[in-house]
T-cell receptor, first 114, second 116 residues
């Protein structure tokens, strides 16, 4: 069974601060996705990382996939209240799964105060 | 435009009264998933369809069933809802394709189910 440990579970910060969310596993993933979910809505895909060591940027968000494809991080620079939400990492199994079943982290609830 | 559409957005049912949630997609994806999500937790996979093949998760209660009459539509049936089944139900789709692309799931906005 693949597990994905996401931390921290809760993050409450002031507008303008930086933050990092981590996802770690002992398993190798073929790809890893980051989602953001607002209350009462479904998860929205932010980014997919596929290659070990890959770094992707989405405005103030920087995503990194570990060299061994076992871990990933999300860094937000100068957080804004609009960044508030539940952030989910989800890894797709490496080898054997032809349909991309995802293993989710526990989620990080981010609150950015004005 | 929404690509994975769930109806209704909010559903209220009575304890033990069967309920059906629906999901449709315009992406022509061959895989459709149903998840249950409780407050601020990660989604929990209930089952998925790979084309017409149904794949149940080992710990999904028998109370939950699903139907996929065609590529575009998938239904979640809860035969006898209990208070513990109150949750957000999420539908997602993906395409089984080249490595990397096949693992991307797109979610609908969800149906919030309340059980009275």
């Amino acid at each position: 069974t693949q597990l994905l440990e996401q931390s921290p579970q809760f993050l409450s910060i002031q507008e303008g601060e930086n933050l990092t969310v981590y996802c770690n596993s002992s398993s190798v993933f073929s790809s890893l996705q980051w989602y953001r979910q607002e209350p009462g809505e479904g998860p929205v895909l932010l980014v997919t990382v596929v290659t070990g060591g890959e770094v992707k940027k989405l405005k103030r968000l920087t995503f990194q996939f570990g060299d061994a494809r076992k871990d990933s991080s999300l860094h937000i620079t100068a957080a804004q209240p609009g960044d508030t939400g539940l952030y989910l990492c989800a890894g797709a199994g490496a080898g054997g799964t032809s349909y991309g079943k995802l293993t989710f982290g526990q989620g990080t609830i981010l609150t950015v105060h004005p | 435009d929404a690509m994975v559409i769930q109806n209704p957005r909010y559903q209220v049912t009575q304890f033990g009264k069967p309920v059906t949630l629906s999901c449709s997609q315009t992406l022509n994806h061959n895989v459709m998933y149903w998840y249950q999500q409780k407050s601020s937790q990660a989604p929990k996979l209930l089952f998925h369809y790979y084309d017409k093949d149904f794949n149940n998760e080992a710990d999904t209660p028998d109370n939950f069933q699903s139907r996929r009459p065609n590529t575009s539509f998938c239904f979640l049936d809860i035969r006898s809802p209990g208070l513990g089944d109150a949750a957000m139900y999420l539908c997602a789709t993906s395409r089984d394709g080249p490595s990397g692309a096949k693992n991307i799931q797109y979610f609908g906005a969800g149906t919030r189910l309340s059980v009275l």
